[in-house]
């Protein structure tokens, strides 16, 4: 049974809760809202509002950062720990309006063009409401042989948004610069959710249920939330909260890319067998970014999970980012682990992840919080 307060936080009524309940709540709620990066204010509204219900201090940067303490600043002289998610997610931004009212974009973030054609979308307006579309398809009965097969790149593809024509699309808020995210959608099958902005909606709801949990608790460590803003455009908007914080290790929790479909076996991450430990990424495109994670740190991880029971994938990831690869560069240093919840269509408005996961990332993290020594050693060497 849950009890929901105005400010949209939902708390457990007592300590029987079906932590997957109130997880589910929260992420139904956040991916409802359409935020890309750059465009995260009604998020960093809805993390900010339900953080302040708990009784937190709440601070946001002028870049958009969330950043608050689950313990007061006199509860322990155990390290400073980071732990964070991204609030925004992949989109598009209008580049031009025609003359005819449809809408030229380019990619705001890693979308993959592939997956456009056909697709509906929300075009964000200047008062912040949000105009449906569609992108384009050429009809199937008129489309030569040779283009069936072929991916249409973001300079032909176009948005429909129904507008007779250019003036008509301004009187409705939209011109360059309005942002575009996939169409809200949310399907519950099991213990699986299927929504686009998983990533990493699904690693925000994380954190407020670890701070919901963690309420009241007496830790030795000194625990920060942040919840970032850009990390789906440049992976540096955390860059200052982690200035601001000055961590002592940092645990970044995003996806992690499953390969239980047909179509992949690259790794042996799967739905529902626990959250991931990230023992590698490298992005390899362009951004020579990535994440060794600080061995010392990792052992620290593995050790909780392993002491309360709690079940971990080891996950070595080629072809992607998070918001560790600069912030482990910050201050003197900040040792960084990537902690990911399987998620399988990653990047598409059908991205899909497993309750179990979200609830055994919570518990881990949780686990790890409670465990650290203090001091903490993890100097390399």
């Excluded at 958009?64 to 925004?88: C, F, K, M, Y």
Aim: net charge negative; aromatic share 6%.
């Amino acid at each position: 049974m849950l009890r929901e307060h105005g400010s949209g936080y939902w708390e457990p009524v007592n300590e029987q809760t079906d932590i997957s309940a109130a997880l589910e709540a929260r992420l139904r709620q956040l991916t409802g809202i359409p935020a890309p990066s750059g465009w995260e204010d009604p998020m960093i509204r809805a993390v900010r509002d339900e953080l302040a219900a708990m009784g937190y201090s709440v601070t946001v940067d002028s870049l958009g950062n969330i950043s608050a303490p689950l313990a007061r600043s006199d509860a322990g002289s155990g390290p400073a720990v980071l732990l964070l998610a991204h609030t925004d997610e992949i989109g598009l931004i209008v580049r031009k309006v025609e003359a005819d009212g449809f809408l030229r974009c380019e990619r705001l973030g890693g979308v993959p063009e592939r997956v456009l054609p056909g697709q509906q979308m929300l075009v964000i307006a200047r008062d912040g409401g949000t105009v449906e579309a569609v992108v384009g398809i050429k009809s199937h009965h008129l489309t030569a042989q040779d283009e069936k097969y072929r991916v249409v790149p973001i300079e032909e593809l176009y948005l429909d948004a129904g507008f007779a024509g250019r003036d008509e699309a301004r009187s409705a808020g939209i011109g360059p610069g309005s942002p575009v995210v996939y169409a809200r959608r949310y399907m519950r099958r099991g213990t699986q959710v299927v929504s686009p902005a998983l990533d990493d909606r699904a690693g925000c709801a994380i954190l407020l249920e670890l701070a919901a949990r963690l309420r009241g608790s007496e830790l030795s460590c000194r625990p920060w939330l942040v919840f970032s803003v850009q990390e789906e455009f440049s992976l540096r908007g955390v860059l200052p909260a982690a200035r601001r914080v000055r961590p002592d290790l940092a645990i970044t929790v995003d996806l992690a890319v499953a390969c239980d479909t047909p179509d992949l076996a690259r790794t042996d991450v799967r739905l529902g067998a626990g959250p991931a430990i990230g023992m590698y990424s490298f992005h390899g495109r362009g951004t020579l970014a990535g994440v060794i994670p600080n061995p010392k740190l990792v052992q620290l991880v593995e050790l909780a999970a392993a002491r309360d029971g709690i079940p971990v994938q080891a996950n070595v990831f080629f072809g992607g980012l998070t918001d560790g690869s600069f912030l482990q560069l910050e201050n003197d240093g900040i040792p960084t682990v990537d902690i990911g919840f399987p998620t399988r269509y990653t990047h598409s408005p059908v991205e899909c992840c497993d309750l179990r996961d979200l609830s055994g990332t919570v518990d881990l993290l949780a686990s790890v919080l409670r465990s650290l020594p203090a001091p903490l050693r993890l100097a390399r060497g």
